[in-house]
């Protein structure tokens, strides 16, 4: 009896030992797997971090590229504009100096996104009127091409707001031109606004156009800088759309059919002072 004790107590001790080696086996699994996941974490956002990086010291070259570019853009647009007066008598000369003038109210739409893109400004708010706004970015967006695009402007009760008007024509004007883009065999472009009283009182906006949409696997990405499926443009316009909104603590959605086209649904707050 006394013989068969260390032979169980070594059986006991082995059976612990083996126990405790698996059980050490499964955690140094576990933490080599975890130690993969935190490499893979760390390795993704060191390359956020130098994509920011590059962002920004594009952002700042834009930025010195932008002013350099527009102070002798004004000049021309000038000239352009005196030129279409003095053909007035010939429309075909007069179509080709029209021309000059859509190019360069072009240019200085992409020249005002990349600014605002390397500012990232904030919103200096006063009393706006979003019906005048919206006439106002439809004028502007008058040498884009959209003679075959017929365009409806609704404007539902209350259209004062607190808002930055300069930054508000920029997003207008950015959503109208993508819109324009997207019908390419013509279509229809519908802006409404109304006020809507839900937990937080905001006025809604919604830009609708009929045109090729956007593809599910796009959707998540129209908003991030320099992203486009267009043959043209920088990628820049929505990214703007969505940096406006924000600097006013807004909201954005976008919901699209490919084949039938897209909308985007903005929401600013009402600040108190407008409350009816």
């Known amino acids: 009896m006394n013989e068969q004790l260390p032979v169980e107590l070594l059986s006991d001790a082995f059976n612990v030992f083996r126990d405790a080696s698996r059980k050490l086996e499964e955690q140094y699994a576990l933490l080599e797997d975890r130690i993969d996941e935190l490499s893979?974490?760390?390795?993704?956002?060191?390359?956020?971090?130098?994509?920011?990086?590059?962002?920004?010291?594009m952002g700042e070259m834009a930025a010195?590229?932008?002013?350099?570019?527009?102070?002798?853009?004004?000049?021309?647009?000038?000239?352009?504009?005196l030129l279409e007066r003095e053909l007035a008598s010939e429309p075909e000369k007069q179509r080709l100096a029209n021309h000059i003038s859509t190019g360069i109210k072009s240019l200085d739409?992409?020249?005002?996104?990349?600014?605002?893109?390397?500012?990232?400004?904030?919103?200096?708010?006063?009393s706006v009127d979003i019906r005048k706004i919206v006439e106002d970015s439809l004028l502007l967006a008058k040498?884009?091409?959209?003679?075959?695009?017929?365009?409806?402007?609704?404007?539902?009760?209350?259209?004062?707001?607190?808002?930055?008007?300069?930054?508000?024509?920029?997003?207008?004007?950015?959503?109208?031109?993508?819109?324009?883009?997207a019908m390419d065999e013509g279509g229809s472009l519908k802006i409404r606004t109304k006020v809507v009283d839900d937990r937080q009182r905001y006025m809604e906006i919604k830009v609708s156009d009929s045109g090729r949409g956007i593809k599910k696997e796009h959707i998540d990405r129209v908003f991030?800088?320099?992203?486009?499926?267009?043959?043209?443009?920088?990628?820049?316009?929505?990214?703007?759309?969505?940096?406006?909104?924000?600097?006013?603590s807004g909201f954005i959605d976008v919901n699209s059919v490919a084949g039938e086209g897209?909308?985007?649904?903005?929401?600013?707050?009402?600040?108190?002072?407008?409350r009816i």
């Open 40 to 57: 893979l974490e760390l390795a993704e956002k060191n390359k956020a971090i130098e994509r920011t990086r590059r962002l920004a010291a």
């Open 64 to 81: 010195r590229v932008a002013h350099e570019i527009r102070n002798p853009l004004g000049s021309m647009a000038i000239f352009a504009n």
């Open 109 to 126: 739409n992409l020249l005002s996104n990349m600014l605002l893109f390397a500012s990232s400004p904030e919103a200096k708010l006063k």
């Open 143 to 181: 040498g884009h091409d959209r003679s075959n695009v017929s365009v409806k402007a609704e404007f539902c009760g209350q259209t004062s707001i607190m808002a930055d008007g300069v930054l508000l024509k920029q997003l207008f004007l950015n959503l109208i031109i993508n819109a324009i883009d």
């Open 224 to 248: 991030d800088p320099f992203f486009s499926t267009k043959d043209r443009g920088t990628g820049l316009g929505l990214a703007i759309v969505s940096t406006v909104v924000n600097a006013h």
């Open 262 to 274: 897209t909308t985007f649904t903005i929401g600013f707050p009402l600040l108190r002072e407008y």
